[in-house]
Nanobody, 124 residues
C-alpha cells in the first residue's frame, strides 16, 4: 500500500502561482510513475502531468504545457506541481496519484493509489 498526502492548494488571482506537494509513504518502491490529476465540479477527472520516477519521461496535458512543472525529490518521497500563470479554468480539486505499471497514461484507471486532494481556486 502507498499513502499519498497533498498540500499547497489555496486561492489565488489569475496570473498567480501555487506549488503543490505530495508526500508518499508506505511501499513506494513499487511505484513507477507519479501523476497529478484535477477534477472540477461537474467534470471528469483529467490528467495534468505525469512523470516516471527517475524523471526521464515527463508528460503534460496540452492545457497546462508551459505553465505547470512536475518534479520529484526521491530523497523526500515527494512530488511537486509548480503552477504558474494560473487561469480561472485551472480551478479544481487536484489529486496526486501513483502508478505501479511500467508505463502509465493519463487514464485515471492506470493509477493505483490516490491522495485526498487539495483545492485550487483561481479567481479575481
Amino acid at each position: 500500500q502507498v499513502q499519498l498526502v497533498e498540500s499547497g492548494g489555496g486561492s489565488v488571482q489569475p496570473g498567480g502561482s501555487l506549488n503543490l506537494s505530495c508526500v508518499a509513504s508506505g511501499s513506494t518502491e513499487f511505484t513507477r510513475w507519479m501523476g497529478w490529476f484535477r477534477q472540477a465540479p461537474g467534470k471528469e477527472r483529467e490528467g495534468v502531468a505525469r512523470q516516471v520516477n527517475r524523471g526521464t519521461i515527463t508528460m503534460y496535458a496540452d492545457s497546462v504545457k508551459g505553465r505547470f512543472t512536475i518534479s520529484q525529490d526521491n530523497s523526500k518521497n515527494t512530488v511537486y506541481l509548480q503552477m504558474n500563470s494560473l487561469k480561472p479554468e485551472d480551478t479544481a480539486m487536484y489529486y496526486c496519484a501513483a502508478c505501479v505499471r511500467q508505463y502509465c497514461t493519463f487514464d485515471a484507471a492506470n493509477f493505483d493509489y490516490w491522495g485526498q486532494g487539495t483545492q485550487v481556486t483561481v479567481s479575481s
